[in-house]
């Protein structure tokens, strides 16, 4: 799977989770790494 906002692969665990977050974006589910994630939310709190 790959970083909707980075474009980056997102590594999966052995029980095949992800190692980012989930974001419904216009009702399309979407995947973002952590550091994307972190970056947004940094970013929504100013
Ligand atoms: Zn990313």
Request: aromatic share 4%.
């Amino acid at each position: 799977m790959k970083c909707s906002v980075c474009g980056k692969d997102i590594e999966e665990t052995f029980l095949g989770k992800i190692r980012g977050n989930y974001r419904r974006e216009k009702g399309v589910l979407e995947v973002v790494c952590s550091s994307c994630s972190r970056q947004m939310t940094e970013t929504t709190h100013h």
